[in-house]
T-cell receptor, first 112, second 113 residues
Framework: QQKVQQSPESLSVPEGGMASLNCTSS?????YFWWYRQHSGEGPKALM?????GDKKEGRFTAHLNKASLHVSLHIRDSQPSDSALYFC????????????FGTGTKLQVVP | EAAVTQSPRNKVTVTGGNVTLSCRQT?????MYWYRQDTGHGLRLIHY???????QIGDVPDGYKATRTTQEDFFLLLELASPSQTSLYFC????????????FGHGTKLSVL
């Protein structure tokens, strides 16, 4: 069973629009969350992390974490065609020696 | 930017064949990982290591062996390849704890016929 679920599977937004991606964990031990982005033909690259409840903003990207509901989201404002990619949420426990578990991914297409 | 290099980029083998995927990182990271990527499953961890000679089991280890020969080099071995192992394989490294960012290679596309 996948411990990290993402929705939607795919998303299409107009250029300049807002894209919202969701991630839910089924394991309350997960305390740390990362968002990764993967362009076609490349490996995933880390976008941003969020470890505390609330919002974290980095440029056009805002992550939101609610540990009580085990929900994390990523919002991309002023979406650009270069944001078209596969986005992964990853979660890990607080204990050392553990590893990040990835979600199923959301494919984002930004239409010019 | 941390550098993780995988080889080969593409590999085709037959059922029952022997395959070795290679990964090298040049940033003195302690942790190295092997993930497989499949549509509908995302990235799933096969094996990982926190140093030379160390090996830890991930979520989908069946049918795979791995070996960390040095701080830099991590290998994934498929000794009797099966069609179910057709996938995109990624190697990654990180400095230490599980909450630190992962640096991924470009991936190896493996087809088992």
């Amino acid at each position: 069973q996948q411990k990290v679920q993402q929705s939607p599977e795919s998303l299409s937004v107009p250029e300049g629009g807002m894209a919202s991606l969701n991630c839910t964990s089924s394991d309350r031990n997960f305390q740390y969350f990362w968002w990764y982005r993967q362009h076609s033909g490349e490996g995933p690259k880390a976008l941003m992390s969020i470890f505390s409840d609330g919002d974290k903003k980095e440029g056009r990207f805002t992550a939101h974490l609610n540990k009580a509901s085990l929900h994390v989201s990523l919002h991309i404002r002023d979406s650009q065609p270069s944001d078209s990619a596969l986005y992964f949420c990853a979660a890990s426990e607080a204990n050392s020696g553990t590893y990040q578990r990835f979600g199923t991914g959301t494919k984002l297409q930004v239409v010019p | 930017e941390a550098a993780v290099t995988q080889s080969p980029r593409n590999k085709v083998t037959v059922t029952g064949g022997n395959v070795t995927l290679s990964c090298r990182q040049t940033n003195s990271h302690n942790y190295m990982y092997w993930y497989r990527q499949d549509t509908g499953h995302g990235l799933r961890l096969i094996h990982y290591s926190y140093g030379a000679g160390n090996l830890q089991i991930g979520d989908v280890p069946d049918g795979y062996k791995a070996t960390r020969t040095t701080q830099e080099d991590f290998f994934l071995l498929l000794e009797l390849a099966s069609p179910s192992q057709t996938s995109l394989y990624f190697c990654a490294s990180s400095p230490g704890q599980s909450n630190e960012r992962l640096f991924f290679g470009h991936g190896t596309k493996l087809s088992v016929l």
